[in-house]
């Protein structure tokens, strides 16, 4: 029964992993997977990583001919 109790213990735990913060400024890392095709523009030209993370929104540049500084997906409340 012990082992069973410490299972369940630790999938909550790792349930709740989701709800970290990143290097974003009060978001989950899973808000920021966004498809480059449904990303809404955040920034302005030139904006750097960290004016956007400090707007609340999402950067990354590594897909050329899209918004890098994004608006995160909303996220509902964390679920265990």
Not at 18 to 25: F, K, N
Not at 53 to 68: E, H, T
């Given at each position: 029964?012990?082992?069973?109790?410490?299972?369940?213990?630790?999938?909550?735990?790792?349930?709740?992993?989701?709800?970290?913060?990143?290097?974003?400024?009060?978001?989950?890392?899973?808000?920021?997977?966004?498809?480059?095709?449904?990303?809404?523009?955040?920034?302005?030209?030139?904006?750097?990583?960290e004016?956007?993370?400090?707007?609340?929104?999402?950067?990354?540049?590594?897909?050329?001919?899209?918004?890098?500084?994004?608006?995160?997906?909303?996220?509902?409340?964390?679920?265990?």
């Amino acid at each position: 029964m012990e082992t069973r109790a410490l299972w369940l213990l630790l999938l909550v735990l790792a349930a709740g992993t989701s709800c970290v913060a990143s290097d974003y400024i009060g978001l989950s890392p899973s808000q920021c997977v966004v498809p480059a095709k449904d990303r809404v523009d955040c920034g302005y030209p030139r904006v750097t990583k960290e004016e956007c993370n400090n707007r609340g929104c999402c950067f990354d540049s590594s897909i050329p001919q899209v918004p890098w500084c994004f608006k995160p997906l909303q996220e509902t409340e964390c679920t265990f």
